[in-house]
């Protein structure tokens, strides 16, 4: 299976010189005009293209993904103009001939990478490529293709496994001599992969490293359109129930976040502070300092998280999106790279409006969340910000900022779309959002909490490691030296004792002091907890909660919920809900479809439905061919 052709080749040859080409032709690679396999493979340059080849090919996967991870969980509903296929996936009654049961666009990813593996190893076999340049590319390839399988593991009851080259899907989907593989099999099978790579570090030897394209008023910064492969290892090891792995890997991306960054106080750490008006927050929610009793002085700073440009750095002081966001597809608009998000979820322009919030999501959720000090009850990352009422209509607002870009901004500075003047309707820009900093950091306390630290993952969840662990003495007084406070860490023993550490990689240093004591500026001092961030208050423990068994229990039940508050519609819902359910059903496909069931229900409940027929049965998808 090919990929490249003639123009990406000449395209990349001019970046490599930094004298780029189109941004359209970078940002999707035509797939139409094929070359053979002896003019693809000659040296780094052409391995370099052919890996942004494939995530053109990825690109493609967008609808999918997020149709398939949202619309079959509790947030997403379907509207009247919803396609058969659509309303089947939203009922679970899909059958094998439904649209987003063709594995095709998974399997031209798969093939791909396979095609580009082989390739690979015979450059490296015949010396037109060093040791040293192939093990960073070939791991990037591998990852992609665990990626894709892994995607494929937590919709579909038996998946061809293939890693060899062939020429066409078809060939996949036909034949019976390849092992078919089911979530159980395929997820250790992928950690193996994963674990056996030669590298698991940022690819920073890629010549699209650390580049930025421009496409008229558009700018691409390039690092961000590749996965993380220490991030997907950890999710693996988590959907695995390997809690330590998990968070070692999570741990290990946020440690190279410090290294590579002068801003080791913001970089991925959900932090913020108190705004007085004439400082800037980060992606925060917040009001003006001393005014938080008035709605008016309300700033919502969390939705810019989905209307900045890649480019977007910030300053030393103040967050830039990659700050928070970790992997993002962006598509400018052109014919050969629109945003697919803009017919699924827009009301206006050349949206045809298809899905939409679920009211579940909405009433129940967003809308119940109470605010710190003021008690307005309303979660900002809902309303106007994931969702908006747009005539009448509810909206999947996330996707959309680009293509509704014409802004305006109020007196605190937050953001407002107009929604009836879109400045090229035929334009779709967008961007798909795979991996940042606060789904980072709902993974890192899930995995925190299942190996035995409940309290870390409530400060995660809630309001930061500074405040959870600033251990008073006997008679209540703070130990303000903080020479044994505001790190993760055990209850000291005694007035006089330091506070033991977590061990790593539970151990996050939040310190700060000044003189008169020791100067202390310590990387997490800033992290605000994802609630926190959010300006709301900490969730409340339930009487039930007695043991330490208990509190692991609750906080995992409270992090699936702020993960659909937090990272609602961007395609983590499913896996969400299947992964825990298949961790409390002990391996039982009947309670584990129960667990996902009782969470799809509320949706249906809301919009006034009957329940839905979800079972072992049709938990998992069957395969078109």
């Known amino acids: 299976m090919k990929i490249i052709n003639k123009t990406s080749i000449l395209l990349f040859a001019a970046f490599s010189m930094l004298s780029l080409a189109s941004c359209d032709d970078l940002l ?58 659509q309303v089947a996936l939203n009922e679970h009654t899909a059958t094998a001939e439904n649209a987003y049961c063709d594995p095709t666009p998974f399997y031209n990813v798969i093939l791909n990478a396979n095609d580009m593996i082989a390739n690979f190893n015979k450059m490296l076999a015949e010396n037109k490529i060093s040791r040293e340049n192939y093990e960073p590319r070939y791991a990037d390839v591998v990852a992609v293709r665990c990626w894709t399988y892994f995607q494929l593991a937590m919709h579909f009851k038996d998946i061809p496994y293939v890693t060899s080259p062939l020429e066409s899907v078809q060939a996949v989907l036909n034949a019976d001599n390849f092992p078919k593989k089911n979530i159980d099999e395929l997820i250790p099978l992928l950690i193996g992969e994963m674990q056996a790579l030669p590298t698991l570090s940022e690819n920073t030897l890629s010549s699209f490293y650390g580049k930025t394209i421009q496409d008229n008023s558009k700018s691409f910064f390039l690092n961000l359109q590749f996965l993380n492969k220490r991030l997907l290892l950890g999710d693996l090891y988590l959907w695995n129930n390997q809690y330590v792995e998990a968070a070692t890997q999570y741990k290990a991306y946020m440690n190279d976040a410090d290294v590579s960054s002068a801003k080791t106080q913001i970089k991925n750490k ?189 400060a995660l969840l809630n309001n930061g ?84 068994a208990d509190s692991i229990q609750w906080i995992e039940q409270s992090l699936l919920k702020e993960a659909a508050l937090e990272c609602g519609f961007e395609g983590q819902r499913w896996g969400d809900l299947l992964r825990i359910s298949r961790r409390n059903a002990n391996g039982d496909l009947n309670n584990t479809a129960t667990f996902v069931k009782q969470y799809v229900d509320k949706k249906f409940e809301a919009a006034g439905k009957g329940n839905v027929n979800l079972t072992s049965s049709n938990l998992f998808l069957e395969m078109k061919k």
């Not at 967008?62 to 296929?85: G, I, S, Y």
């Not at 020791?518 to 909660?545: C, E, H, M």
């Open 28 to 85: 999707n690679p035509d797939a139409t005009q094929v070359v053979e396999d002896s003019e693809n493979y000659q040296n780094v340059y052409d391995a370099d293209n052919a890996i942004w080849g494939l995530y053109g090919k990825f690109a493609e996967l967008a609808e999918h993904v997020v149709v398939l991870n949202e619309l079959r969980a509790d947030l997403m509903d379907v509207t009247p103009n919803a396609t058969p296929d």
């Open 270 to 458: 959900v932090s913020g502070w108190v705004w007085a008006g004439n400082n800037e927050p980060r992606f925060q929610i917040c009001y003006q300092r001393f005014k938080d009793q008035d709605v008016s002085s309300y700033r919502n700073m969390w939705k810019e998280i989905f209307s900045r440009n890649s480019t977007d750095v910030g300053s030393s002081a103040n967050v830039g999106l990659q700050d928070e966001m970790i992997w993002m597809i962006s598509y400018s608009g052109a014919a050969n790279s629109s945003s697919p998000f803009v017919k699924l979820f827009a009301n206006t322009g050349q949206g045809e409006y298809q899905l939409k919030p679920s009211a579940y999501a909405i009433d129940s959720l967003w809308e119940t969340q109470v605010q710190q000090s003021n008690g307005f009850v309303f979660d900002g990352r809902g309303r106007e910000s994931s969702f908006d009422v747009i005539n009448g209509q509810p909206v999947v607002l996330k996707y959309l900022y680009d293509y509704y870009n014409n802004q305006s901004v109020d007196g605190n500075k937050t953001i407002h779309l107009n929604y009836d003047l879109i400045s090229n309707p035929y334009s779709k820009p967008g961007k798909w959002f795979l991996y940042r900093a606060a789904l980072l950091h709902l993974r890192f306390a899930e995995a925190a909490n299942r190996a035995g630290y409940p309290r870390l993952a409530y």
């Open 465 to 548: 490691i500074k405040a959870n662990y600033d251990w008073p003495r006997s008679n209540g007084s703070l130990r303000v030296d903080k020479e044994g406070v505001q790190y993760s860490s055990f209850p000291p023993v005694d007035d006089n004792t330091a506070a033991e550490p977590y061990p790593e990689p539970f151990y996050l240093d939040a310190r700060q002091n000044d003189a008169p004591y020791t100067f202390l500026r310590s990387p997490w001092r800033d992290n605000s907890g994802i609630r926190g961030r959010a300006y709301l208050v900490n969730i409340q423990k339930p009487d039930w909660v007695i043991t330490t």
